[in-house]
C-alpha cells in the first residue's frame, strides 16, 4: 500500500475522532513563529536580553533549516492529495517536515533548559505534544510530518545548546563591524540551503494537488527562508550595535512601557512595508522580505533597546 494513503487514513481517523476539539487545535497551533518571536522580544526588553538574543537567533535558525528541508523533501499537504481531508487550516509551503513541530521543539525546549523546573519542563512536552497533534487534526500535515519534525528540532536545539557558549566567547572578541558582517555572512549561509533546492528541483505543482488544494498554493516561494536569514542579520547586527550595554532591569511600569513602545515599532515596521512585500514577485520582492525581517530584527536587538535609554525607560 502507497505510504501516503496509510498516513491519509490517520489524518482521516485524527479528524474523526479528535475534530471536536478544533478550537482548541487552532489555539495550540496558532503559537508559531510570530507568537515565538513576540515572547523572545517581550524577553529581550523586559527579562534577560541574553535570553533573547539566543532564543531570536535559535528560532531564524530553525526556521531557516525547516524552509530548506521542505524544499529538499518538497512533499505534498495530506489535503492537496485527498479530498477526504478536511482543510481545516491552509498551508502555502511544503509538508515535510512540520514547521510547528521543529520550532516548539526548539522554542520550548530552549525555554525549559533556561527554567530547569520539572513542573515546567512537563508542560513543555504536553505543549510540543499538542503541537504535533493539531496538525494532523487540522489536516496540514501527516504524522510523519510531525515526527521528522520533532527529531529536527531537538537535534537543533542539542546542537545550539552544545556550541552557544563557545561561540559566544568568540565572537564577543570581535569588534562591533566585524560581528555584523558574521551575522550577515551567516544569514547567506542559513539562505543557502534553500536556493540550492529552489534552483535545481523547482517543477511545477501536479495538477491534481492544485485542484485538491484551496486556495491555490505557491510551495517554492523562498519567503521563509528569506524571513529566517534577515532576521539572523538584524538580530546579530542590533546585538552588536547595543553591544550588551542594555540591560532589562526596571520597575513594572517601564517594563511595560518598553513592551508597548517596542511592540508598536515593531509594528509600524511590517506595515510600512507591506507595500514592498505585496507588489509582483520577483527579485525586488525577495529583497524586500529579507531587509523587513531584518529591520525587524534590528530594531528588537539594537534599535528599540537604544530608544529605550532615550526615553528613560531603561539603564
Not at 63 to 71: E, R, T, V
Request: net charge neutral; hydrophobic share 55%.
Amino acid at each position: 500500500m502507497d505510504p501516503a494513503t496509510t498516513e491519509i487514513g490517520w489524518v482521516v481517523l485524527a479528524q474523526a475522532y479528535l475534530g471536536g476539539l478544533e478550537p482548541l487545535m487552532h489555539a495550540v497551533s496558532a503559537l508559531g513563529i510570530p507568537f515565538f518571536f513576540f515572547v523572545t522580544a517581550a524577553v529581550w526588553w523586559c527579562a534577560s536580553p541574553r535570553a533573547g538574543l539566543r532564543l531570536g537567533l535559535l528560532l531564524a535558525i530553525s526556521g531557516g533549516i525547516n524552509a530548506a528541508a521542505k524544499l529538499f523533501f518538497h512533499t505534498p499537504r495530506p489535503y492537496w492529495l485527498s479530498a477526504e481531508v478536511q482543510a481545516r487550516a491552509v498551508e502555502p509551503t511544503f509538508s515535510m517536515p512540520s514547521g510547528h513541530a521543529q520550532n516548539a521543539v526548539c522554542f520550548w525546549g530552549y525555554t525549559a533548559f533556561l527554567v530547569r523546573e520539572r513542573w515546567f519542563s512537563a508542560v513543555v512536552v504536553g505543549i510540543v505534544a499538542l503541537t504535533g497533534i493539531s496538525r494532523v487534526v487540522l489536516g496540514v500535515h501527516f504524522p510523519g510530518d510531525v515526527l521528522v519534525g520533532w527529531v529536527l528540532g531537538a537535534a537543533v536545539l542539542l546542537v545550539f545548546i552544545v556550541l552557544e557558549d563557545p561561540a559566544a566567547a568568540r565572537i564577543g572578541k570581535f569588534s562591533p563591524a566585524k560581528q555584523a558582517g558574521l551575522a550577515f555572512s551567516g544569514s547567506l549561509l542559513l539562505l543557502a540551503p534553500s536556493a540550492i533546492p529552489f534552483l535545481l528541483f523547482r517543477a511545477p505543482i501536479p495538477e491534481a494537488w492544485m485542484l485538491t488544494a484551496a486556495p491555490p498554493v505557491d510551495p517554492w516561494d523562498l519567503s521563509n527562508a528569506l524571513y529566517a536569514a534577515g532576521a539572523v542579520f538584524g538580530i546579530g547586527a542590533g546585538a552588536a550595535w547595543d553591544g550588551g550595554r542594555f540591560t532589562a532591569r526596571g520597575g513594572p511600569h517601564q517594563r511595560a512601557a518598553r513592551l508597548i513602545i517596542g511592540t508598536a515599532g515593531a509594528a509600524l515596521i511590517w506595515a510600512v512595508t507591506i507595500p514592498l512585500i505585496a507588489a509582483e514577485p520577483g527579485p525586488a520582492v525577495s529583497a524586500a522580505t529579507y531587509l523587513r525581517a531584518a529591520a525587524l530584527g534590528l530594531w528588537i536587538s539594537g534599535a528599540a533597546p537604544g530608544l529605550f535609554a532615550r526615553l528613560g525607560i531603561a539603564e
